[in-house]
T-cell receptor, first 110, second 114 residues
């Protein structure tokens, strides 16, 4: 079984603070996706990283794929209340099958 | 913008009743997934289709759950009979088959079993 572990599970911070969420596995993935999910809605794809060592930036969000393609991180700069949600990582095993982490629940207080 | 459609958005049913969920994937997406998600946790795969064929249904409780994608386009997930423990969000997603894949989700169906 290919497991993805996310940390931390919960994060409550003040507006303007920075944070990092981690997604780790002992398995190699062909690509890794990050999603944000709001209560009562489906996950929304934020980014896909495919190359070991790749860094992608999406405004205040920075995503990194580990060199060995086993881990990833999401860094948010100057968090805003609109960033609140459940952040999920998912690895693709190159056979169209995705393995999800357990999620990081982020709460940004104004 | 192309989206995955799901209906209904919310379903309340009583224990032992039958329920059905419908999903229409993004046009051209050959792979379709049904997931179950407990509040605050990551989605768990129930069944994966490639066109009309089941690729993986190892986590589908086959005594009460069934899924079909007859023409390789839209799909239906059924539960009969529903149990209290089936209360969850049921998510449908689709993806293209390619070198690397991106999965897109529908809005989900929130099921409550009383």
């Amino acid at each position: 079984t290919q497991l993805l572990e996310q940390s931390p599970q919960f994060l409550s911070i003040q507006e303007g603070e920075n944070l990092t969420v981690y997604c780790n596995s002992s398995s190699v993935f062909s690509s890794l996706q990050w999603y944000r999910q709001e209560p009562g809605e489906g996950p929304v794809l934020l980014v896909t990283v495919v190359t070991g060592g790749e860094v992608k930036k999406l405004k205040r969000l920075t995503f990194q794929f580990g060199d060995a393609r086993k881990d990833s991180s999401l860094h948010i700069t100057a968090a805003q209340p609109g960033d609140t949600g459940l952040y999920l990582c998912a690895g693709d095993d190159n056979f169209n099958k995705f393995y999800f982490g357990s999620g990081t629940k982020l709460n940004v207080k104004p | 913008e192309a989206e995955v459609a799901q209906s209904p958005r919310y379903k309340i049913t009583e224990k032992s009743q039958a329920v059905a969920f419908w999903c229409d994937p993004i046009s051209g997406h050959a792979t379709l997934y049904w997931y179950r998600q407990i509040l605050g946790q990551g989605p768990e795969l129930l069944v994966q289709f490639q066109d009309e064929s089941v690729v993986d249904d190892s986590q589908l409780p086959k005594d009460r759950f069934s899924a079909e994608r007859l023409k390789g386009v839209d799909s239906t997930l059924k539960i009969q009979p529903a149990e209290l423990g089936d209360s969850a969000m049921y998510l449908c997603a689709s993806s293209l088959s390619g070198k690397y894949n991106e999965q897109f989700f529908g809005p989900g169906t929130r099921l409550t079993v009383l």
